[in-house]
C-alpha cells in the first residue's frame, strides 16, 4: 500500500482537523492506494464520521482507491453502524477487515441519543425527510435532555433545515449531516447536541465570488467568505431576503450558548461560547473542497 493515515484516538472536530493536516504534510500525489487506519479510534463523533465519508468522496474524486481499517474496539464499530456509516461507506472504501459481524446491532429506539443517523442531502425531498425525522426525536432528546421548549425546538428545526439547504444552494454538490446528543464533560458538564454539515462543493469563497470578488480583489479569501456569510448575511444572491441563513443559523446557536465552527477551502472560522476556549480563526489549513460546518447546542439551565 501506499501512503497510510492514521487519526488521533479521537476523531471529533479537532481530531479531523489534525488527521487533514497529516494529509496536507504527506506525498500523496503518486499513490494509488491510500490506507485509513482507525484500528486504535476510541472516540468518533458526527463530525468526524461525515467528514471521514466526505475525505473518502475526495480521494475517489482523485482516483484513488481507499482502504479503511476499522476500529478494534468493539463499542466503536457499534456506533459507526448505528449511524449508518458503513451503510453510506459503499463505493468508498475497502473495508479491513472486509467483513463485519454485529451481534448486537444497535436498533433505533425513543431512547437513543441520536437525533439523526448520518443522512445524506442531495435534493430538496432530503431536507423535508432531515426535518421530519429530527421533529418526531425532539421531544425525547431536545426536551428530555437539553430542557428545550417548544420554541426553541422549532428554532433548532429552522436552523437545521436552513444549514442543510445552504448545501443545495450554494455548494452545487450532494452533502451529509448527522446529529447526536452527548455529555460534554470537560468544562460544560452538561448534555449537548452536535450537529455536523458538510458537502464537497464549490465551497463558500466560489459562491460568492461573481458578487465579491472584483471588489476585494486580492483580498478575497477563503476567511473573508466565510465572515461576510456568517457575520455580515453575505449571499450570492442580489434580492433581498435570499441566501442568508448561515446569519439566521448564528443568530440563534448564539442566543443558546452554543458553538459554531465553519471550515472552507483553506480557512476556518469559529464563534465561541463562553464554556469553549480556543481559536476564532484559523487561516491556512489543510485545503479542502466545500464547506465544513459543526454546531453544538448546550443544555439550557443548571
Given amino acids: 500500500m501506499g501512503l497510510i493515515l492514521v487519526p488521533p484516538p479521537t476523531v471529533d472536530e479537532k481530531g479531523f482537523e489534525l488527521f487533514l493536516g497529516q494529509f496536507g504534510r504527506?506525498?500523496?500525489?503518486?499513490?494509488?492506494?491510500?490506507?485509513?487506519?482507525?484500528?486504535?479510534?476510541t472516540f468518533i463523533d458526527p463530525y468526524g464520521m461525515v467528514g471521514m465519508l466526505e475525505f473518502g468522496y475526495y480521494l475517489k474524486s482523485l482516483g484513488k482507491e481507499v482502504i479503511l481499517r476499522v476500529p478494534k474496539t468493539g463499542e466503536?464499530?457499534?456506533?459507526?453502524?448505528?449511524?449508518?456509516?458503513?451503510?453510506?461507506?459503499?463505493g468508498l472504501f475497502i473495508l479491513d477487515p472486509p467483513r463485519l459481524d454485529f451481534t448486537e446491532k444497535y436498533h433505533r429506539s425513543s431512547s437513543s441519543d441520536v437525533l439523526l443517523e448520518i443522512t445524506r442531502i442531495e435534493k430538496s425531498d432530503d431536507i423535508h425527510f432531515i426535518v421530519d425525522r429530527v421533529r418526531d426525536r425532539a421531544g425525547s432528546?431536545?426536551?428530555?435532555?437539553?430542557?428545550?421548549?417548544?420554541?426553541?425546538?422549532?428554532?433548532?428545526?429552522?436552523?437545521?433545515?436552513?444549514?442543510?439547504?445552504?448545501?443545495?444552494?450554494?455548494?452545487?454538490?450532494?452533502?451529509?449531516?448527522?446529529?447526536?446528543k452527548y455529555f460534554?464533560?470537560?468544562?460544560?458538564?452538561k448534555n449537548v447536541v452536535k450537529i455536523a454539515v458538510m458537502d464537497l462543493g464549490i465551497g463558500i469563497k466560489n459562491s460568492l465570488s461573481p458578487r465579491f470578488s472584483s471588489v476585494f480583489g486580492e483580498k478575497w479569501t477563503d476567511l473573508l467568505a466565510i465572515e461576510k456569510a456568517l457575520l455580515h448575511g453575505a449571499s450570492r444572491?442580489?434580492?433581498?431576503?435570499?441566501?442568508?441563513?448561515?446569519?439566521?443559523v448564528r443568530k440563534f446557536v448564539q442566543k443558546w450558548n452554543g458553538k459554531i465552527s465553519i471550515r472552507s477551502g483553506t480557512a476556518k472560522f469559529s464563534l465561541l461560547p463562553s464554556w469553549e476556549k480556543g481559536s476564532r480563526v484559523h487561516s491556512g489549513v489543510t485545503f479542502f473542497p466545500g464547506t465544513q460546518i459543526s454546531l453544538v447546542l448546550p443544555e439550557m439551565g443548571g
Fill in 26 to 41: 504527506r506525498p500523496w500525489v503518486e499513490s494509488h492506494r491510500i490506507g485509513i487506519d482507525l484500528e486504535d479510534v
Fill in 76 to 90: 466503536v464499530s457499534k456506533y459507526l453502524e448505528r449511524m449508518d456509516f458503513f451503510r453510506l461507506h459503499l
Fill in 237 to 248: 444572491y442580489e434580492d433581498i431576503g435570499r441566501g442568508h441563513g448561515l446569519t439566521e
Fill in 141 to 180: 432528546i431536545l426536551e428530555a435532555h437539553l430542557h428545550y421548549d417548544e420554541r426553541a425546538i422549532h428554532h433548532f428545526i429552522v436552523a437545521l433545515s436552513e444549514v442543510c439547504q445552504n448545501i443545495l444552494e450554494h455548494s452545487q454538490n450532494i452533502g451529509y449531516v448527522g446529529i447526536q
Fill in 184 to 189: 460534554y464533560a470537560k468544562s460544560l458538564a
